[in-house]
């Protein structure tokens, strides 16, 4: 069965710092892959997709994430933090064959000291 | 812009009741989920609908039924609530890609 793991359960970090979140995953066919947001007391939100064509995407708000396909990898990535950067972050596969069914990662906390 | 609308932000229920929650999209998707958020546990999908009157059973789909009678609604029902279905209920709606997700339901069984 697909799975998607998020290595980091919660990350501190104070402003201006470099992040970078992990996530890997486990499906051998193609895949979409995400990365959603959930900012406190706010649904989720999409920061940024992968679904082919360059490996490095950009997203909202300065989030970059890097898809490395020979470690089924897709690391998210912010060269400087702000305090506003505070939430949840969510990794996500979607398999490519047309079911549209979404596997998600445990979630990473980060919170951004000011 | 797309709205997913999930009728309640809180319930709380007892144990044994039946338990309904709606989720309304406004964007004509095909697709609508169901998933529940835990902490440390991520989002896990219960069911899925690709149309109106289709299900799919996702990860979690026990104690769990749907509804899918019109389109645009994707109702989610527990037909005994008990108190290991406290939760927070996150309803999402696409068409293809990507998901767009309610506000979420947090459900409380006592």
């Known amino acids: 069965a697909q799975s998607v793991s998020q290595h980091n359960h919660h990350v501190i970090l104070s402003e201006a710092a470099s992040l970078e979140l992990g996530c890997n995953y486990s499906?051998?066919?193609?895949?979409?892959l995400f990365w959603y947001v959930q900012y406190p007391g706010q649904h989720l939100q999409l920061l940024l997709k992968y679904f082919s064509g360059d490996p490095l995407v950009k997203g909202i708000k300065g989030f970059e994430a890097e898809f490395i396909k020979s470690k089924f990898s897709f690391n998210l990535r912010k060269p400087s933090v702000q305090w506003s950067d505070t939430a949840e972050y969510f990794c996500?596969?979607?398999?490519?064959?047309?079911?549209?069914?979404?596997?998600f990662g445990t979630g990473t906390r980060l919170k951004v000291l000011a | 812009d797309v709205k997913v609308t999930q009728s309640s932000r809180y319930l709380v229920k007892r144990t044994g009741e039946k338990v309904f929650l709606e989720c309304v999209q406004d964007m004509d998707h095909e697709n609508m989920f169901w998933y529940r958020q835990d902490p440390g546990l991520g989002l896990r999908l219960i069911y899925f609908?690709?149309?109106?009157?289709?299900?799919e059973k996702g990860d979690i789909p026990e104690g769990y039924s749907v509804s899918r009678e019109k389109k645009e609604r994707f109702s989610l029902i527990l037909e005994s609530a008990s108190t290991n279905q406290t939760s927070m209920y996150l309803c999402?709606?696409?068409?293809?890609?990507?998901?767009?997700f309610g506000n979420g339901t947090r459900l409380t069984v006592t």
């Open positions: 499906y051998g066919g193609t895949v979409n």
């Open positions: 996500a596969v979607m398999e490519s064959s047309g079911t549209y069914k979404y596997i």
């Open positions: 609908s690709y149309d109106v009157k289709m299900k």
């Open positions: 999402a709606s696409s068409s293809r890609v990507p998901l767009h």
